[in-house]
């Protein structure tokens, strides 16, 4: 019988000031991001966290399914109302991703590193192996963001065969550190990096350095697909500019800045 979280549970455990201080659990949603969404309609505040011990409608990027058996994963959404513009709504993404990373560190020592723009990877036998994802969706008024929910799920205690059949390699927290990991303590270190982040994102300064650090893509030959514009980019990721978009330079020398894709390494 998978180790449920409670709500008790989580209040218990956290050590922010603010952010995930008001606490919606549930067992069972559809999703997440969707069930945030729908509250902040009706005025919950910023750092409201949303938590589920299981969705049966996990959504990932790209209209994708996210999916992880009862109990194995973090899965859960954080609401944000910076009131920033549009253009800036990657700095969220790139401080849970941040956050992610170290909280990871903090709790198993491994090194996770990203790959642009919102997977969290580990390696293992010289390949990138997938562990957790970034799913940002953001309600905008007059150009600026208003309502922004930050989904993260890691896959924790999934065991290989609990393992989502996906076509990136794929592995938990469990398979690569050899231990059972405590989600609430992972819950709890994550929350407590993305706070300060999030703070320092919010009083000017950009987390794009210290995220692009991390990209396993920067500086590889890619191909990026866009599977809503069916349109592929191939050539090489010089880096990424403030906002987060990949700037691809393609065999003639032009370099495209790509917002959204899937983005596959080239050998
Ligand atoms: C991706 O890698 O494609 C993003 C995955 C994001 C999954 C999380 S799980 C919690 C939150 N609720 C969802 O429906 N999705 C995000």
Redesign the pocket.
Known sequence: MANLLSQEAIEKALSTRWLGRRVYYYPVVG????ILKELATRGEPAGTLLLADF?WK????LG?R?QAPPGTAL???LLFQPGWPGHKVSWLSMVGGLAIVEAIFQLTTLKAYLKWP??IVLKREGRWHKVG???LDGEFSDGELQNAIL???INVNMSREELPDVSMPVTSLLIESGKSISRLELLRLLLQQLEIYYESAVAGVSPHLAWESLLITRGQAVQVSDPKSGLTIAGIAEGTDEWGRLLVRDDKGKVHPISAGDVTLRS
Do not use: K, M
């Not at 999703?31 to 969707?34: A, F, M």
């Not at 996990?58 to 990027?61: E, K, M, T, W």
């Open positions: 999703s997440t991001n969707d969705q996990g959504r990932g990027r994708r996210w899965l859960f959404s919102n997977d994802g970034i799913l989904g993260i799920g």
